[in-house]
């Protein structure tokens, strides 16, 4: 089945970018997930990109789809320390999301 | 749009009672929802897919007779832990999927339910 793998931690200066990686493993999954969980909250949907596509940007974020090494990336611009939280990679294959272990992303003042 | 709602956030209960949780979409319809249960510190789990009208099917490995779900409607969803026990206690998040021409996949999250069984 699908695995979904992303790095745990990552830390990053107010102001600068950060770029959150993911690997993947089936390849037939439409669709390719960003979504953002602070503290004891649900999980929030960032953003999506369709399979067919390289990049999409939507404001601050830029997902970047690298298919032929299935690779996606989430790179936030100007990070803030109001983007503190983890962000989670997904898949979608069937019908079911299959999510990575999560980013715990860390913005210092 | 697509908000999901749970209700409680937070419970408490004895060991040996059942707690009942609900999930409801407030702005769409919902044709599936997901119920997934996050450990401290761990990705979500998928417990089962339950499709409104007919019965859920749960991932392998989770008790059906202890996690019943029923999906009663097109924006309902309820999921009961029947004798909870402490090992039961954990973050149950449950989310919804409108029938969307573009993704059969994009899921709304609620604000998850946190039950700590003593």
């Known amino acids: 089945g699908e695995d979904v793998e992303q790095s745990l931690f990552l830390s990053v200066r107010e102001g600068d970018s950060s770029v959150i990686n993911c690997t993947y493993t089936?390849?037939?999954?439409?669709?390719l997930y960003w979504y953002k969980q602070e503290p004891g909250a649900g999980l929030q949907l960032l953003t999506y990109i369709f399979s067919n596509m390289d990049m999409k940007q939507d404001q601050r974020l830029t997902v970047l789809l690298n298919k032929k090494d299935k690779h996606l990336s989430l790179r936030i611009a100007d990070t803030q320390t109001g983007d503190s939280a983890i962000y989670f990679c997904a898949g979608g294959s069937g019908g079911k999301l299959i999510f990575g272990q999560g980013t715990e992303l860390s913005v210092k003042p | 749009g697509a908000v999901v709602s749970q209700h409680p956030s937070r419970v408490i209960c004895k060991s040996g009672t059942s707690v009942k949780i609900e999930c409801r979409s407030l702005d769409f319809q919902a044709t599936t929802m997901f119920w997934y249960r996050q450990f401290p510190k761990k990705s979500l789990m998928l417990m089962a897919t339950s499709n409104e009208g007919s019965k859920a099917t749960y991932e392998q490995g989770v008790e059906k007779d202890k996690f019943l779900i029923n999906h009663a409607s097109l924006t309902l969803s309820t999921l009961t832990v029947t004798s909870a026990h402490p090992e039961d206690s954990s973050f149950y998040i449950c989310?919804?999927?409108?029938?969307?021409?573009?993704?059969?996949?994009?899921?709304?999250f609620g604000p998850g339910t946190r039950l700590l069984v003593l």
């Open positions: 089936d390849s037939s999954s439409t669709y």
């Open positions: 989310s919804a999927s409108p029938f969307l021409r573009e993704s059969q996949e994009t899921q709304y």
